[in-house]
């Protein structure tokens, strides 16, 4: 049997599965990430649900395995020579799930750094931003009087949907007919946007005619409907 006992967040969620990769995440922008390419690509693998809400990802055993204290993180028992590698940044996740089987990437090596470069820009710019707008659309920031930041991020928000929009006319997937990680890697945020931020309006969403077509093709798909329910509230 696979011994995760050199990693301490396994005591405080123990894996009923320990020779399966264990994901540390819950179900927001970036956690789905990673429960949905894990979907997608067919791995097996164990959830475990870490309550945001209750800080349960500042406990010594999730810092344990990510000093930043975000979600989501993974132990692949099965890593890179048979030995075991935690993994904690959402984007080093799907390039190394990518990496690991082959899927969800193109092997030609142009077209892969191509991807590459659309999950940072998610990373650096998407997530970022529109999870500043959520803060001041619907959270705490709205109560702040001054509307300029709201304004500042509304507006880059907007800008980086328009990127997205040029990206996506005459194409199905961002890297043309191949679905990859840079999909799976901005599904869940642009969702949210116009979603759970309640920004659809705000930003202006329906000028944008090829994003919403792209979103609606890739929550269609069956993987993303279930990555986007995992981990299960427990």
């Known amino acids: 049997m696979t011994d995760l006992s050199a990693f301490p967040i396994a005591k405080r969620w123990p894996a009923k599965h320990p020779d399966r990769l264990q994901l540390y995440s819950s179900a927001t922008p970036n956690g789905v990430k990673i429960s949905i390419a894990l979907e997608e690509i067919g791995l097996p693998y164990e959830p475990h649900y870490v309550d945001i809400g209750k800080n349960e990802s500042w406990t010594p055993e999730f810092l344990s395995l990510n000093p930043n204290g975000k979600i989501p993180a993974i132990i692949d028992p099965n890593g890179p020579g048979g030995k075991p590698i935690g993994l904690f940044e959402s984007g080093a996740v799907l390039l190394y799930l990518s990496d690991k089987t082959g899927k969800l990437i193109p092997s030609d090596p142009i077209r892969r750094y191509e991807t590459i470069q659309w999950v940072f820009f ?10 500043q707008v959520g803060f001041f659309n619907k959270f705490a920031g709205r109560e702040i009087a001054d509307k300029r930041p709201l304004e500042r ?7 980086l949907i328009g990127v997205l929009e040029t990206r996506l006319k005459g194409r199905q997937w961002i890297m ?11 599904l869940g945020w642009v969702r949210n946007l116009i979603g759970f931020y309640e ?3 705000l930003v202006g969403f329906d000028d944008f005619p090829d994003v919403a077509a792209w979103l609606e093709r890739g929550l269609a798909r069956p993987a993303v409907q279930r990555g986007l329910t995992i981990p299960a509230r427990s």
């Open 153 to 159: 991020y509304r507006d880059e928000s907007r800008r």
């Open 122 to 131: 998610q990373m650096a710019a998407i997530g970022p931003i529109f999870g």
């Open 176 to 186: 043309d007919d191949d679905y990859t990680i840079a999909d799976v890697s901005m």
């Open 199 to 201: 920004a659809r309006d």
